[in-house]
């Protein structure tokens, strides 16, 4: 068992036992991610492609692999790559930031709409439904 595994299992059986308040489940508004991270040699990767690429596609783990030792390239589900291109996509169009920072102020004024609000708004925008 690897050491990334290791961490997971004992994350994991802290947080079924419910033995220490700071990993107990209690209610669903939390979210935890654990991201795990791989090193393995070019070698190692070659001889185990097939079960780098399921963990890497079924648990979102990324997988560096180093060549003399340097990392020389990265292992990441396609999810998390569309991801990271939307991210950059959104921070670098200017407008779309401006328009989060407004948002932003105006939420720290207390200008939020209830929900009330936005669905009235919505029905306005797309008229009678037949």
Not at 62 to 68: L, Q
Request: proline share 2%; glycine share 4%.
């Amino acid at each position: 068992m690897s050491t990334a595994d290791r961490a997971t299992a004992r994350i994991l059986s802290l947080c079924e036992q419910g033995s220490d308040d700071r990993f107990r489940w209690t209610t669903q508004d939390h979210l935890v991610i654990v991201l795990i991270m791989t090193t393995c040699s070019l070698a190692d990767a070659k001889a185990h492609l097939s079960a780098l690429v399921a963990r890497v596609s079924g648990q979102h783990e990324r997988v560096y692999v180093t060549v003399h030792g340097k990392p020389s390239a990265v292992l990441i589900a396609t999810e998390d790559l569309e991801s990271l291109e939307e991210t950059i996509e959104i921070l670098t169009d200017a407008g779309t930031m401006r328009r989060l920072h407004a948002s932003d102020v105006e939420l720290a004024r207390g200008e939020a709409e209830v929900r009330e609000e936005l669905d009235a708004a919505m029905r306005r925008r797309l008229g009678p439904r037949m």
